[in-house]
């Protein structure tokens, strides 16, 4: 049987417990916050490296470096309130739409204007690059969808069927025919552009404000008003489940980059992340305005949100060593050094691993060390030598209490060893965790050298402190019973006199019915 270690003497401490992925987004920390020149509708950031983030606001885009944070350029040629900037899948061009009914397609480096699109007749509000690159869509709140090709700058595709302004729309990066729009005719619409029809009609209880497809495809996810609902598209626009958590309209909808988070902004001042996997809400962040806008980048460690006070704010998160360790490609190793043979070395495997334990024996105290051999004296020496804290030594003495061995361990000393144990004696006993043990520990070192104390002037003067510290204790136990007395009468007298109120009320209601009987 291993030998068991006398207890340190540390005390228990409070766990505070958090879920991981709250520690997650907790690492978004310290927000920049950015004055705009108006409210900011749209934020998106580049999908190519350094991840420059797109803001849209007032007439104007502005973009911001991925790694400094700062202005990095300005797009500024829009004759109204500039709506909807979006980088292509390449990072080289930008398209936005404003209320003067224009398309305009830049160069995201020059900032020059490649292509100017029109055919809406109101203000257009949503403006995306489909996958294949040469195509735009367009929604308007003239109540029309288009998809425009871009060499030719035409609309090779208008759709009518929504009843009211088209304020969201989305693609799908596997599939490049199909679309989706959410209007405030409270419905969202899925475009066949080969067939140039709508394949499936949702409705909805509020306007839609956003409207995201999930990875996958086969999944949208649709902001109206305070609720997000996800919709099964395999299964004919079937609801999945509604996200109720917000108490306002949800302005705005993003995903993370694996996929499995949905980041939901609303007027409520909060941006929520949601599970994907099983629809529960991950964390909650609050901002100062109502938010319009949220975008994640796409290696997950920046977080935009956009607000209708004008200013975005902007938080990144924390990477540990390790993930940087991940993100970076793999060095190919050349065969024969010693980097290839070392491989693996330092790999700490998954989480789903099975883990061979590895138990490391633990290094004993030196007072564990004598107790395991049974040199009791030396083990009590050792304990007091080194400074230990009062619960430690009192730990090995009740440990030779149990082993029948303080006898053993207290006998045999000169003054100086004698003069130790019955100072750290005269310094605890009045302490109520050390007493019994201590008061016992006394008894002992009475019983062995009470005939020879009286020869050591030192001994002498501890057993005096001793013995005052002990009459201390035992006056305050007499004045606290002398206390306790005094209540148990009092509480006692509080009894009887309310027990003889009780019997007058009770004489006092039988006279007065008594009375009231004869008179009657």
Same mark, same amino acid.
């Given at each position: 049987?291993?030998?068991?270690?006398?207890?340190?003497?540390?005390?228990?401490?409070?766990?505070?417990?958090?879920?991981?992925?709250?520690?997650?987004?907790? /690492?978004?920390?310290?927000?920049?916050?950015?004055?705009?020149?108006?409210?900011?509708?749209?934020? $998106?950031?580049?999908?190519?490296?350094?991840?420059?983030?797109?803001?849209?606001?007032?007439?104007?885009?502005?973009?911001?470096?991925? &790694?400094? !944070?700062?202005?990095?350029?300005?797009?500024?040629?829009?004759?109204?309130?500039?709506?909807?900037?979006?980088?292509?899948?390449?990072?080289?061009?930008?398209?936005?739409?404003? %209320?003067?009914?224009?398309?305009?397609?830049?160069?995201?480096?020059?900032? !020059?204007?490649?292509?100017?699109?029109?055919?809406?007749?109101?203000?257009?509000?949503?403006?995306?690059?489909?996958?294949?690159?040469?195509?735009?869509?367009?929604?308007? %709140?003239?109540?029309?969808?288009?998809?425009?090709?871009?060499?030719?700058?035409?609309?090779?595709?208008?759709?009518?069927?929504?009843?009211?302004?088209?304020?969201?729309?989305?693609?799908?990066?596997?599939?490049?025919?199909?679309?989706?729009?959410?209007?405030?005719?409270?419905?969202?619409?899925?475009?066949?552009?080969?067939?140039?029809?709508?394949?499936?009609?949702?409705?909805?209880?509020?306007?839609?404000?956003?409207?995201?497809?999930?990875?996958?495809?086969?999944?949208?996810?649709?902001?109206?008003?305070?609720?997000?609902?996800?919709?099964?598209?395999?299964?004919?626009?079937?609801?999945?489940?509604?996200?109720?958590?917000? $108490?306002?309209?949800?302005?705005?909808?993003?995903?993370?980059?694996?996929?499995?988070?949905?980041?939901?902004g609303s007027l409520d001042h909060h941006v929520k992340?949601?599970?994907?996997?099983?629809?529960?809400?991950?964390?909650?962040?609050?901002?100062?305005?109502?938010?319009?806008?949220?975008?994640?980048?796409?290696?997950?460690?920046?977080?935009?949100?956009?607000?209708?006070?004008?200013?975005?704010?902007? &938080? /990144?998160?924390?990477?540990?060593?390790?993930?940087?360790?991940?993100?970076?490609?793999?060095?190919?190793?050349?065969?024969?050094?010693?980097?290839?043979?070392? /491989?693996?070395?330092?790999?700490?495997?998954? %989480?789903?691993?099975?883990?061979?334990?590895?138990?490391?024996?633990?290094?004993?105290?030196?007072?564990?060390?004598?107790l395991r051999k049974f040199e009791?004296?030396?083990?009590?020496?050792?304990?007091?030598?080194?400074?230990?804290?009062?619960?430690?030594?009192?730990?090995?003495?009740?440990?030779?209490?149990?082993?029948?061995?303080?006898? !053993?361990?207290?006998?045999?000393?000169?003054?100086?060893?004698?003069?130790?144990?019955?100072?750290?004696?005269?310094?605890?006993?009045?302490?109520?965790?050390?007493?019994?043990?201590?008061?016992?520990?006394? $008894?002992?070192?009475?019983?062995?050298?009470?005939?020879?104390?009286?020869?050591?002037?030192?001994?002498?003067?501890?057993?005096?402190?001793?013995?005052?510290?002990?009459?201390?204790?035992?006056?305050?136990?007499?004045?606290?019973?002398?206390?306790?007395?005094?209540?148990?009468?009092?509480?006692?007298?509080?009894?009887?006199?309310?027990?003889?109120?009780?019997?007058?009320?009770?004489?006092?209601?039988?006279?007065?019915?008594?009375?009231?009987?004869?008179?009657?």
């Amino acid at each position: 049987m291993d030998y068991k270690p006398v207890g340190n003497g540390k005390t228990a401490r409070s766990v505070r417990r958090t879920m991981p992925e709250a520690g997650y987004w907790k /690492r978004f920390q310290s927000p920049v916050l950015v004055k705009e020149y108006g409210m900011v509708t749209s934020l $998106e950031f580049s999908p190519i490296k350094p991840y420059d983030l797109l803001v849209t606001a007032a007439m104007r885009l502005q973009v911001y470096n991925g &790694r400094t !944070s700062q202005l990095k350029k300005s797009i500024t040629r829009f004759n109204g309130q500039a709506r909807s900037g979006s980088f292509r899948s390449d990072g080289k061009l930008v398209v936005a739409g404003d %209320d003067s009914n224009l398309i305009q397609i830049f160069d995201g480096t020059s900032r !020059s204007v490649l292509r100017t699109l029109k055919g809406h007749m109101d203000p257009v509000h949503i403006t995306r690059f489909l996958p294949d690159k040469t195509h735009i869509l367009s929604g308007s %709140d003239d109540k029309t969808v288009r998809v425009w090709d871009i060499p030719s700058q035409t609309a090779v595709n208008v759709f009518e069927d929504h009843k009211d302004y088209v304020r969201s729309g989305c693609v799908f990066a596997n599939n490049a025919n199909i679309v989706a729009t959410g209007s405030y005719d409270h419905t969202v619409r899925i475009w066949d552009i080969r067939a140039n029809e709508c394949v499936t009609t949702i409705k909805t209880d509020d306007p839609v404000e956003s409207v995201l497809g999930l990875s996958g495809g086969s999944v949208v996810a649709a902001a109206a008003g305070p609720n997000v609902h996800l919709f099964d598209l395999l299964m004919g626009g079937r609801t999945l489940t509604t996200l109720g958590n917000h $108490e306002k309209t949800v302005t705005s909808l993003c995903m993370d980059n694996g996929g499995g988070r949905l980041i939901a902004g609303s007027l409520d001042h909060h941006v929520k992340i949601y599970n994907v996997q099983d629809f529960k809400l991950m964390y909650s962040m609050g901002y100062p305005a109502p938010v319009l806008s949220v975008a994640l980048s796409s290696d997950d460690t920046r977080l935009a949100v956009g607000m209708a006070s004008g200013v975005f704010s902007l &938080r /990144r998160r924390a990477v540990s060593v390790k993930e940087q360790a991940e993100a970076a490609p793999a060095r190919q190793l050349r065969a024969g050094t010693q980097a290839y043979f070392m /491989r693996g070395a330092s790999h700490k495997g998954d %989480d789903h691993d099975l883990r061979v334990e590895q138990r490391r024996k633990r290094s004993l105290a030196d007072y564990d060390q004598y107790l395991r051999k049974f040199e009791h004296s030396r083990a009590l020496d050792a304990v007091l030598a080194n400074n230990r804290t009062g619960l430690t030594v009192v730990l090995l003495l009740q440990e030779l209490v149990h082993r029948d061995a303080l006898v !053993s361990a207290l006998a045999g000393r000169d003054e100086l060893a004698l003069d130790t144990i019955v100072r750290f004696v005269v310094k605890f006993i009045d302490q109520p965790r050390y007493t019994s043990v201590l008061v016992k520990v006394a $008894e002992t070192l009475l019983d062995i050298y009470g005939d020879l104390l009286h020869q050591s002037g030192r001994i002498a003067e501890l057993l005096v402190r001793l013995r005052a510290k002990v009459r201390t204790e035992l006056r305050l136990h007499e004045d606290l019973s002398m206390l306790l007395g005094s209540m148990d009468m009092l509480m006692a007298a509080c009894k009887v006199n309310h027990a003889g109120a009780t019997v007058s009320a009770d004489t006092a209601t039988t006279s007065a019915s008594v009375t009231s009987s004869v008179k009657a």
